[in-house]
C-alpha cells in the first residue's frame, strides 16, 4: 500500500514537470533587430527596468517596456532577470511615484502586443516568452 | 575675647592652605568644575538634540505635505479627466482610450474603475482586484451624495491583503441624474513610500489621517497600517500655523513619546501626520551624554588619585618636616644644655650659674633677702689625679657633685666651675646659721671615705662664703670675696669653712694681685736695680757698689724688696730673678769699668733658697762669664738666717764660692743671733754691720759698745767690716775712731738708678782727684 502510493506521487510529480517544462516556454529579453545592441548584463537590464538606466551602452534612449501585471511572462521575467518579486517592484515604483522621481515602463497586454511594440521602435526594449519570437526581434544575449 | 576669635579663625585659614588640605580643596575644585563643564554640554548636546529633532521633523513634514498634495492633485485629475471623457463615451471605451494614450496613470499602483448608480462595475483597469458590486462600499455611498471627492475607508484589498485606499466623485446623465462614480484605487503604502529610515529612523511616523479621526494610513518602520481611530482635534490644532516647530507629544495610537507634526491639507478632508520618536532622535545624544560621564568620571578619578598621591606627598613632606624641626630643636635644646652645663658632673656650668646667680640677687634685691654664694675646692685633688689617674679624678668629681647636692637644700643650686671647684647659692638666707648648717652638712659628706679606683680614699675639702649683699653686691664682688675666704679657710686648716671678713680682705687681695703681677714683672721687664756705693771709712773714697732690687710696678708704683722677695721665695720665682740680678749686676759694672770707672766691688743680695738652689753656684758662674767681669769683684751678700739654716751645707756651698774666687759678705750682722763661736768656721770676706746698731749708738752707750765689739769681732777674724745705714757725719767719724774699715748710707750716698748713679760717682771721683791733685 505504502510503495504503490509513494510510485503514485513519483509520477504525479514526473508529469507535472514534463509538463511545466512543455507549457511555459522562455521568457527572453529582446530588442528591435534594428537595434545594434547584441547583448546586455543582468545589472543593466535591471537598472534600465527600475528606472535607473535611461541609455543603451551606445549612447541611444533606452524604452524599456512591460507586460501587464496579470502576464505570467512578467513574474517571471522579473524573478528571473531581475531577481525580485512583483510586491518589491510594486513597492519601487510606488516610491519613485509618490516622490515623483520617475515613472515606471509602460505595459502592454500580451505578448504580440510587445512583440509590436519593440519591433516597431529600435529604442525598446522588452521581453516575451520565446514564442513569440519573430524576425523583426533579436533576442538580447546575456553576459 | 576678639583678639582670640580672630586668631584662631586666622588659624584655621592657615590650615587650609596647608599642602595636604590645599590639594584636597584643589581636587574638589576640579572635580566641580569637570562636572560642571559635563552637564552644561551634556544640557547643550540636548538641547542641540531636541532642536535638530524638531527641526528635521518640520523639514519631512513640508516635504511629505507637498508630496501628498501632488500625489492626491494628480488622482483628483484622474478622477475628473475620467469624468468628463465619459460625458461623450461610452464607459467601456473611455478607459482604453485614456490607456492607449497613455493619460492613466500607472496601473501597477492605480486602478481606475467606472461604476454604475447600482454599484455594478462598468470598467477597470484592474478588474481582478475589485468586488463583483461596490454598492455597499462607504465611498460609494458617500460619493452619490456629494459632489467633492470622497476618501473611503481603508479596505484590504481581496488578493494581497493589503491595505487599499479609493478616491472617488460621482458623474451624471443627461439630465443631471446620478449616473455612478468613478474611482481610484491606490495601495494605502502608496502614501507613505517616501518613509526614509535615514530621517525618521525605525520609529517614526507617517501617516493621513482623516478629518474623520481614522488613519487612511500610518507607518513606522517598516509597519504599515490603517483604520486606527484617534480624537482628530487632539492631534491636529487646525488654526496652528505651519511653521510651529515639533512639540514632543505621547502618541495615542501606540503611546509613544513623539515630535509631531500633524497639518490639515488645504483642499482635502485629510491631515499629514510626521512624527519623530524622542527615543531614537536624543538616543545620539544620549551616547554622547553617556561618554561625556564616563570621561568625566575617569577624569574624576584621575584627579581624585592625583590629589590623593599629592596629598599623601605633601602629608609625608610635613610630616618629616616636623620631624626635622623636632630634632633641631632638640638639637638646639641638646646644644644649650651642653652650652649651660658641665658635661662632667651634669651640675650647671659658669655661665649658666652666673645667670641664676644674677636673677637670684635680683629677687633677693627686691624682697630684701639675703643670699649665701659657698666656694668649694678640693685640698688634694691634685694629688688623687695624679696617683690614681685622671678617671678616678673625674669620678671623685662627679661624686663630689652629688654628694654636695643631696646636703643642699632644695631651693639651693650647685655648679662646677671647672678643675676641682664647686659653688653653691643658697638663697632666702635669713641668718648665718642656716648657712653654717648647710656648710656642716656639706663638710660631713664629703668625710665620709669615696672608693675610688677601688681604693678607699679621703677627701678634705675647704669652703669659702660670702654672703649678699654684706660681702658685695655684684657677681664679681660677691665671688672673688667667696674666693677669699676659701683661701683662708685653706689657710687655716684642712676640712673647714670660712666666712668672708673685711679685715683679711686687704691682705689677700694685695697679696694675690701681687703674686700673679710677680709672675709676669719678669717677663715684661718692669725690675731694675738700684745701686749703692760703699766708701772706704779712712780716706772717704767708693770702694765698691751694692746692687739693690727694685719692682716697678706698672700700677702701685715701685714696690720695695721687702714686699715682694718674701712672696717670690715663696713661689720660686726668685730663682730666675736672681738670675737676672746676677747678669744685670755684673754687666753694668762691665760697663763702668769701660766707662773709666775703677775696678770696684759689686755686691748682690742672696736669698734663702737662691742659696739653696742646686744650679745657684752655675748661675754666678754664668754671670761672670758672661760679663767677663773679674770674680773677685763680685761679693754675694747673706744673712745670718741663711748662714745658720744648715750650717755644714752652707759651708759647703761657700768653699765652692770661695773656690771660683768670687766674695762673700755677712748681712745685717748683729740681728740674728748667730752662734759667734761658728762664725770662724765660715769662709766669709766682709762682715756688714746691721744699720739698726749704727742708727742707736750716739743716743745709746750700750748700742755703741756692742757696736765697738762687733767691729773688734769682725777684724779679730780677718774680715773686713762694714757699717751699713751711715746717715750723719757723728756716726761716720765715731765708726772711724773705732777702724770700721768701710761704711755706706745716706750720709754719702742713698741707692740710685744707674744714670744717676753714673753721674754721682762721677762727681765723687772728681772730686778725690781734685782733693788729691794738691796733696
Redesign the interface.
Known amino acids: 500500500m505504502q510503495i504503490m502510493r509513494t510510485t503514485v506521487i513519483v509520477w504525479i510529480c514526473l508529469l507535472s514537470l514534463m509538463a511545466g517544462t512543455v507549457c511555459a516556454a522562455e521568457v527572453v529579453v529582446v530588442v528591435s533587430s534594428e537595434n545594434p545592441i547584441k547583448s546586455l548584463s543582468l545589472t543593466q537590464i535591471t537598472d534600465i527596468y527600475l528606472g535607473r538606466m535611461i541609455r543603451f551602452p551606445n549612447g541611444n534612449p533606452v524604452k524599456p517596456i512591460d507586460l501587464s501585471e496579470s502576464s505570467p511572462a512578467r513574474s517571471q521575467f522579473y524573478s528571473r532577470y531581475l531577481g525580485r518579486s512583483q510586491p518589491q517592484i510594486k513597492a519601487h515604483w510606488s516610491k519613485l511615484i509618490f516622490t515623483g522621481r520617475g515613472q515606471p515602463p509602460p505595459t502592454v497586454s500580451s505578448g504580440d502586443a510587445m512583440a509590436e511594440s519593440v519591433a516597431e521602435n529600435p529604442d525598446a526594449i522588452g521581453y516575451l516568452s520565446s514564442d513569440f519570437l519573430d524576425d523583426r526581434l533579436r533576442v538580447v544575449t546575456i553576459d | 575675647m576678639p583678639p582670640v576669635d580672630s586668631t584662631t579663625r586666622w588659624s584655621r585659614l592657615h590650615r587650609l592652605i596647608e599642602p595636604p588640605v590645599l590639594s584636597i580643596l584643589m581636587a574638589f575644585l576640579f572635580l566641580a568644575v569637570i562636572w560642571a563643564i559635563t552637564f552644561n554640554l551634556i544640557a547643550r548636546e540636548n538641547a542641540a538634540a531636541d532642536r535638530t529633532a524638531a527641526a528635521v521633523a518640520m523639514d519631512v513634514a513640508d516635504t511629505y505635505e507637498a508630496?501628498v498634495v501632488?500625489?492626491l492633485r494628480e488622482i483628483d485629475h484622474t478622477l475628473k479627466m475620467v469624468r468628463h471623457q465619459l460625458e461623450d463615451h461610452p464607459a467601456q471605451e473611455v478607459l482604453e482610450d485614456l490607456r492607449s494614450e497613455?493619460l492613466l496613470?500607472?496601473?501597477?499602483?492605480f486602478t481606475i474603475s467606472i461604476i454604475d448608480a447600482r454599484g455594478e462595475i462598468l470598467g477597470s483597469t484592474?478588474r481582478?482586484s475589485l468586488p463583483e458590486n461596490m454598492a455597499a462600499m462607504d465611498f460609494f455611498k458617500r460619493a452619490k451624495e456629494q459632489e467633492d471627492v470622497v476618501i473611503g475607508q481603508p479596505q484590504r484589498e481581496r488578493e494581497?491583503d493589503e491595505w487599499q485606499l479609493t478616491f472617488s466623485r460621482r458623474f451624471r446623465e443627461a439630465g443631471n441624474r446620478f449616473a455612478g462614480i468613478v474611482a481610484v484605487s491606490v495601495?494605502a503604502?502608496?502614501?507613505v513610500?517616501?518613509y526614509e529610515s535615514d530621517a525618521l529612523g525605525e520609529h517614526g511616523v507617517l501617516g493621513l489621517v482623516g478629518t474623520d479621526g481614522v488613519f487612511r494610513v500610518l507607518r513606522t518602520g517598516n509597519a504599515i497600517s490603517a483604520g486606527t481611530a484617534i480624537n482628530y482635534y487632539a492631534l491636529v490644532q487646525e488654526d496652528t500655523p505651519a511653521d510651529t516647530p515639533a512639540e514632543v507629544t505621547v502618541n495615542p495610537w501606540d503611546d509613544t513619546r513623539r515630535y509631531t507634526i500633524a497639518r490639515k491639507l488645504y483642499e482635502f478632508p485629510l491631515a499629514i501626520v510626521v512624527a519623530l520618536s524622542e527615543i531614537e532622535q536624543l538616543a545620539p545624544a544620549g551616547r554622547i551624554e553617556r561618554s561625556y560621564i564616563w570621561r568625566a568620571a575617569m577624569a574624576s578619578i584621575l584627579v581624585a588619585a592625583i590629589a590623593a598621591l599629592l596629598g599623601r606627598l605633601s602629608w609625608q613632606l610635613q610630616k618629616s618636616r616636623t620631624r626635622i624641626m623636632k630634632e633641631q630643636a632638640e638639637h638646639a635644646r641638646n646644644v644649650e644644655y651642653l652650652a649651660y652645663h658641665d658635661n662632667l658632673t651634669g651640675l650647671p656650668n659658669r655661665a649658666l650659674f652666673s645667670q641664676l646667680l644674677y636673677r637670684q640677687m635680683q629677687q633677693a634685691h627686691r624682697y630684701g633677702k639675703q643670699l649665701a654664694l659657698m666656694f668649694l675646692d678640693l685640698d688634694r685633688f691634685k694629688a688623687i689625679n695624679d696617683s690614681l689617674g685622671h678617671e678616678a679624678g673625674d669620678e671623685l668629681l662627679k661624686k663630689m657633685g652629688r654628694r654636695i647636692g643631696e646636703s643642699l637644700r632644695e631651693s639651693d643650686i650647685v655648679a662646677r666651675l671647672g678643675g676641682d671647684e664647686f659653688i653653691m647659692l643658697l638663697p632666702e638666707i635669713t641668718e648665718e646659721t642656716q648657712v653654717t648648717k648647710v656648710a656642716g652638712k656639706i663638710l660631713a659628706a664629703v668625710a665620709r671615705p669615696f672608693t675610688l679606683a677601688e681604693q678607699e680614699s679621703r677627701i678634705t675639702i675647704s669652703i669659702g662664703i660670702a654672703m649678699f649683699p654684706a660681702d658685695g653686691d655684684d657677681e664679681q664682688t660677691l665671688m672673688k670675696n667667696a674666693d677669699i675666704a676659701m683661701y683662708q679657710a685653706k689657710e687655716g686648716g684642712k676640712n673647714s669653712f670660712r666666712f668672708y671678713s673685711e679685715k683679711f680682705n686687704t691682705d689677700s687681695l694685695e697679696r694675690l694681685s701681687l703674686e700673679s703681677s710677680l709672675r709676669n714683672a719678669l717677663e715684661n721687664k718692669e725690675f731694675c736695680l738700684y745701686y749703692q756705693s760703699k766708701q772706704d771709712m779712712a780716706t772717704g773714697r767708693i770702694t765698691g757698689i751694692e746692687a739693690l732690687l727694685r719692682w716697678q710696678h706698672p700700677d702701685l708704683g715701685l714696690i720695695p724688696p721687702m714686699q715682694f722677695i718674701p712672696l717670690a721665695e715663696e713661689n720660686g720665682l726668685i730663682i730666675p730673678i736672681g738670675r737676672w740680678v746676677f747678669k744685670t749686676a755684673c754687666h753694668q759694672n762691665i760697663a763702668w769699668q769701660n766707662q773709666g770707672f775703677p775696678k770696684l766691688s759689686m755686691a748682690v743680695n742672696i736669698s734663702k733658697r737662691q742659696f739653696f738652689d742646686e744650679n745657684f753656684l752655675k748661675d754666678v758662674g754664668d754671670a761672670l762669664q758672661e760679663s767677663k767681669m773679674a770674680p773677685e769683684l763680685l761679693e754675694l751678700e747673706i744673712t745670718e738666717a741663711v748662714l745658720m739654716h744648715d750650717m755644714d751645707r752652707t759651708i759647703r756651698i761657700l768653699k765652692d764660692v770661695k773656690q771660683m774666687g768670687v766674695r762673700v759678705a755677712i748681712d745685717d750682722f748683729g740681728t740674728g743671733y748667730s752662734s759667734l763661736s761658728k762664725l770662724k768656721e765660715f769662709p766669709l770676706d766682709t762682715l756688714k754691720i746691721d744699720g739698726s746698731f749704727i742708727q742707736n749708738m750716739i743716743p745709746n752707750a750700750e748700742i755703741k759698745s756692742l757696736t765697738t765689739a762687733l767691729i773688734d769681732l769682725g777684724r779679730s777674724l780677718g774680715f773686713t767690716v762694714v757699717a751699713e745705714g751711715v746717715e750723719s757725719k757723728e756716726q761716720a767719724d765715731l765708726l772711724k775712731i773705732h777702724s770700721c774699715d768701710q761704711f755706706q748710707g745716706f750720709y754719702i750716698n742713698k741707692p740710685m738708678p744707674p744714670e744717676e748713679f753714673t753721674s754721682a760717682v762721677r762727681k765723687q771721683l772728681k772730686g778725690y782727684a781734685d782733693t788729691a791733685s794738691p796733696d
Open positions: 508630496q501632488r500625489a497613455a496613470p500607472p496601473e501597477i499602483i484592474n481582478s494581497s495601495h503604502g502608496y502614501f513610500s517616501g
